[in-house]
């Protein structure tokens, strides 16, 4: 569509810059995570790392949408729909919001389901696998650089206590 190394993408919440490496990659600034319970929004008192609602510990954040994120040691093994469901529609969240669940391989690898908020299950969620490396990188359980196993394939996530970026395969789909 471009003969450009660097493109910028409008979406419906802001400008993303996308750089296409040569190896074709794709590296977009997704931009700064926000923890700000009024920016997600969350309604909840106070801000913190790790919250505990509706039966399970979990990150929140923004990442240009609100996200949860719940880490399981499988993601397989438990009704991730039915813990999903329960928090879009909780009042807590009165945008609903994004669900993650992150399986922790090691500091570098991550396995992730998200069940997207008025969608369900998607085969793959750039905001999604941000907000799960941000927030196992704030727990200290994972480095700045991690590597993402989706359903639908693999994307690579880097966070510098600043800003996130999100990199994967570029691909003609269409």
């Given at each position: 569509?471009?003969?450009n190394?660097?493109i910028?993408?409008?979406?419906?919440?802001?400008?993303?810059?996308?750089?296409?490496?040569?190896?074709?990659?794709?590296?977009?600034?997704?931009?700064?995570?926000?923890?700000?319970?009024?920016?997600?929004p969350?309604?909840?008192?106070?801000?913190?790392?790790?919250?505990?609602?509706?039966?399970?510990?979990?990150?929140?954040?923004?990442?240009?949408?609100?996200?949860?994120?719940?880490?399981?040691e499988?993601?397989?093994?438990?009704?991730?729909?039915?813990?999903?469901?329960?928090?879009?529609?909780?009042?807590?969240?009165?945008?609903?919001?994004?669900?993650?669940?992150?399986?922790?391989?090691?500091?570098?690898?991550?396995?992730?389901?998200?069940?997207?908020?008025?969608?369900?299950?998607?085969?793959?969620?750039?905001?999604?696998?941000?907000?799960?490396?941000?927030?196992?990188?704030?727990?200290?359980?994972?480095?700045?650089?991690?590597?993402?196993?989706?359903?639908?394939?693999?994307?690579?996530?880097?966070?510098?206590?600043?800003?996130?970026?999100?990199?994967?395969?570029?691909?003609?789909?269409?």
């Amino acid at each position: 569509l471009t003969n450009n190394n660097t493109i910028t993408v409008e979406t419906n919440s802001g400008n993303l810059i996308l750089t296409i490496n040569q190896d074709n990659f794709v590296r977009v600034e997704m931009g700064k995570p926000s923890f700000n319970p009024s920016d997600i929004p969350f309604n909840i008192h106070s801000q913190a790392i790790e919250y505990s609602l509706e039966g399970q510990k979990m990150g929140v954040l923004s990442i240009r949408n609100p996200h949860a994120v719940i880490i399981l040691e499988d993601i397989d093994g438990e009704d991730i729909d039915t813990i999903a469901t329960k928090l879009q529609n909780s009042d807590y969240f009165p945008e609903s919001v994004n669900v993650g669940f992150m399986q922790i391989l090691d500091r570098n690898a991550i396995n992730l389901r998200v069940i997207e908020r008025g969608v369900g299950e998607t085969l793959a969620c750039g905001s999604g696998a941000c907000a799960a490396v941000v927030h196992g990188i704030q727990l200290g359980l994972l480095e700045d650089k991690v590597e993402v196993h989706l359903k639908g394939g693999k994307a690579f996530v880097e966070y510098n206590n600043d800003m996130v970026y999100l990199s994967g395969p570029g691909e003609f789909v269409y």
